[in-house]
């Protein structure tokens, strides 16, 4: 079975551009999440998925950042334009629903804004 | 308000030993369960063992055991003969039912095994 699948591995892009990330989620995960982690710190909660829906978004930093979740399916983050402090790794995860469900990572996406 | 708290920043721990990583959490949610990931150097998030707030024992994988004193509000990990291998960054996290499951993460202890 799949695991969590992130693209791309690594991104360098220019302050302004856009970056779109991918996340596909294993099959049947109702939940998915996205999590970003800047060099040194914790792990910061973006938002969570319930099938299409956006149940939680109140870590998105600011209104440069959109994701959406297609059909309940993958999702994409994408950041317009990036700034500098957009930086770091962006986890992808995904659970069946319930509390003891484990939640199970991608690889992440590794974002650097130069 | 910081959901859940990790103190320690860094631990070395010689090889063969026990190790303890402390975990605090805030929840006023009497149904929540709490996780504890591994994140070696190579990047990816492991689960290692989780502890549900109803559970009756101290949930045990392994090597790994965790420590769950419900009234103290901590769920400190415990990696007994500790390996090269267990060099990495530790996570406590927790999911609140009364948050519909939203996964909240410390901010981790970097464990250094030596030999």
């Known amino acids: 079975e799949a695991g969590v699948t992130q693209f791309p591995s690594h991104s360098v892009i220019e302050k302004g551009q856009t970056v779109t990330l991918r996340c596909d989620p294993i099959?049947?995960?109702?939940?998915l999440y996205w999590y970003r982690r800047v060099m040194g710190k914790e792990i910061k909660f973006l938002l969570h998925?319930?099938?299409?829906?956006?149940?939680?978004e109140s870590g998105m930093p600011n209104n440069r950042f959109l994701a959406e979740r297609t059909g309940g399916t993958y999702s994409t983050l994408k950041v317009q334009p990036a700034e500098l402090e957009d930086s770091g790794v962006y986890f992808c995860?995904?659970?069946?629903?319930?509390?003891?469900?484990?939640?199970?990572f991608g690889q992440g996406t590794r974002l650097t804004v130069v | 308000a910081q959901k859940i708290t990790q103190t320690q920043p860094g631990m070395f721990v010689q090889e063969k030993e026990a190790v303890t990583l402390d975990c605090t959490y805030d929840t006023s949610d009497p149904s929540y369960g709490l996780f504890w990931y591994k994140q070696p150097s190579s990047g990816e998030m492991i689960f290692l063992i989780y502890q549900g707030s109803y559970d009756q024992q101290n949930a045990t994988e392994g090597r790994y055991s965790l420590n769950f004193q419900k009234a103290r509000k901590s769920a400190n990990l415990v990696i007994s003969a500790s390996q090269l291998g267990d060099s990495a960054m530790y996570f406590c996290a927790m999911r609140e039912h009364i948050n519909d499951y939203k996964l909240s993460f410390g901010a981790g202890t970097t464990v250094t095994v030596r030999a």
């Open positions: 995860a995904s659970s069946l629903r319930g509390q003891r469900a484990e939640a199970f």
């Open positions: 998925f319930v099938k299409e829906s956006k149940q939680d």
């Open positions: 099959s049947g995960h109702d939940n």
